[in-house]
């Protein structure tokens, strides 16, 4: 008599039982649960590890595959009590593992693919500290078999990060917040990066925003030396980067993606010139540049020897709308950039807001031949004058366009344009119907004819048909002014109940007031 526990035999399969473990193993679920409603993976696959043998390794494998900090690795082996046991107040002490605890270590130091390591992922930074050194003297790798690594840790404590460097780790990042004092370490790391790590296929080396606002970082030329070293890389993002690991990357067949300052315009003359290797670039499909000098950016779009599909331009500077014409008449005529399926063209925010500065649909009108543009994200701190005409011409252009992002942040929309120009809720939506591609919208409105567009009764509005459309929209941003917002509080309810209709498919709409510009030139916003 077969009993009735036996296991199906189709869960022995490899293969069947990592399927199914994949989907347990997933925990963000974006735009369809609440985070508070979505339960962690973890007690799940734990209880599956203790199923049988035959599911064991698998389960631990998902369990232990990517973690937020190295507590875990301490709390295994008993380095450090359970997370619902306090440990004792400001109490230092020596860490000295037994030989079982480090075979508990390295049994599962091996199954951890991706790590993020901070001051924000640990309790007591001195005792993980300790942690670190005392295993620096009993293991060559702490995770052999890493292949992402996230450091989130202070100049200070970065002698502990070769530790967790191995030959098979692909993705390095390192946030960096602080330099004066304990720069050295950041070098260490930097010359450790090419021989610890062989495989490494992507570099992103952020600094805080504060950090050398005035000059090159000091650590650029050993991070340079150290990536004219690393030939498998294919993705680059640095602050800023020498002409000859420029000239390196360019080199490289394996290399897609790049961001950095973008180079003087000498410098791209030189790397770019025809004297040049002509495949150099030949593969790098996305640049995303920080712009000092606007020349430069004429440099760059002269010179670039082979298409891209994506160009982010971050400009430290306010955009000249007639600089930026020029640009979008060189995006139009060269053959490298009619490709383009993503552009994003940003002000940082500490640039003034200013409502002096005008950019017309005429100063971007020529991006309207590079009919294979999916996404356009124009964020400036000017005004940004787009009418309802405007839209349709964007609509009729780009066929294929899934992302339209017009001044996300806190510009301006027409409001203090010479002769405003205003979009209309159903403007909005005619555009939608246009372009039914269309999965995000940002864009300014005004709320001013709401009542002659629409029967606001709350009645009518529930007896309202949601509108049957092919449109793909799911995102909705829409700015109104901020004397507008009398309009908005007294509609409140009945502005979700009227959108919901009209939008049926969007599941994240956000309505916002413009920031407001009291005059030309004159709000310093926050950092």
Request: hydrophobic content about 40%; overall charge neutral.
């Amino acid at each position: 008599m077969s009993s009735v526990n036996t296991m199906h035999r189709a869960l022995l399969i490899s293969e069947i039982l990592s399927n199914i473990i994949s989907h347990i193993s997933v925990d963000d679920r974006p735009g369809v649960w609440p985070f508070e409603y979505v339960t962690s993976s973890k007690p799940t696959l734990f209880a599956l590890a203790l199923t049988c043998r035959a599911f064991s390794e698998q389960a631990l494998d998902a369990l232990w595959n990517n973690f937020k900090g190295v507590e875990p690795l301490m709390r295994c082996p008993g380095i450090i009590p359970a997370p619902q046991k306090s440990l004792q107040e400001d109490q230092c002490y020596p860490i000295i593992p037994t030989e079982t605890q480090l075979a508990i270590i390295a049994r599962h130091g091996h199954r951890v693919r991706s790590l993020r390591v901070g001051t924000n992922y640990w309790r007591r930074d001195y005792i993980t500290q300790a942690f670190l050194r005392t295993m620096a003297g009993s293991f060559k790798v702490l995770v052999p078999n890493l292949r992402s690594l996230e450091i989130g840790f202070p100049c200070r404590l970065l002698h502990l990060v070769p530790l967790l460097l191995g030959p098979r780790l692909q993705h390095f990042f390192i946030n960096i917040r602080d330099y004066e004092k304990n720069g050295h370490h950041l070098h260490t790391v930097l010359q450790c990066l090419p021989s610890y790590c062989p495989s490494l296929e992507s570099l992103v080396v952020l600094k805080s925003y504060h950090l050398f606002r005035e000059r090159e970082p000091p650590f650029v030329l050993p991070m340079s030396h150290a990536i004219q070293k690393m030939p498998k890389l294919r993705t680059v993002t640095v602050p800023a980067i020498t002409k000859d690991a420029l000239l390196y990357l360019g080199g490289l067949p394996s290399v897609t993606n790049i961001s950095s300052h973008l180079p003087a315009g000498s410098d791209l003359e030189d790397i770019l010139g025809s004297s040049r290797n002509p495949k150099l670039f030949e593969n790098v499909d996305s640049v995303n540049w920080e712009i000092k000098e606007w020349r430069d950016v004429e440099v760059f779009t002269h010179l670039w020897p082979h298409k891209l599909t994506s160009m982010t331009l971050r400009s430290e500077v306010k955009f000249d709308p007639s600089l930026l014409q020029v640009l979008c008449d060189s995006l139009h005529v060269r053959e490298a950039f009619k490709n383009l399926q993503y552009i994003y063209l940003y002000e940082p925010i500490p640039c003034r807001l200013s409502s002096s500065i005008v950019i017309t649909v005429d100063t971007i009108r020529s991006l309207f031949h590079l009919s294979q543009l999916r996404v356009v994200d124009i964020d400036t701190r000017s005004c940004l004058s787009i009418g309802a005409n405007d839209l349709v011409e964007m609509a009729e252009a780009w066929h294929f366009l899934e992302v339209l992002l017009l001044n996300k942040t806190d510009g301006s929309m027409s409001s203090a344009a010479p002769m405003p120009q205003w979009i209309t809720v159903p403007e909005v939506v005619g555009f939608v119907e246009l372009r039914p591609s269309l999965k995000r919208l940002c864009i300014g409105i005004t709320l001013s004819t709401i009542d002659d567009d629409y029967d606001m009764d709350k009645a009518s509005l529930h007896a309202l048909r949601p509108r049957n459309s092919d449109s793909r929209l799911e995102d909705l941003t829409l700015k109104y002014p901020r004397d507008e917002e009398y309009i908005r509080q007294t509609y409140s309810s009945d502005f979700e109940i009227l959108f919901s209709k009209l939008f049926p498919r969007v599941n994240q709409l956000h309505p916002f007031q413009e920031f407001q510009i009291l005059h030309s030139d004159s709000i310093e916003p926050h950092i």
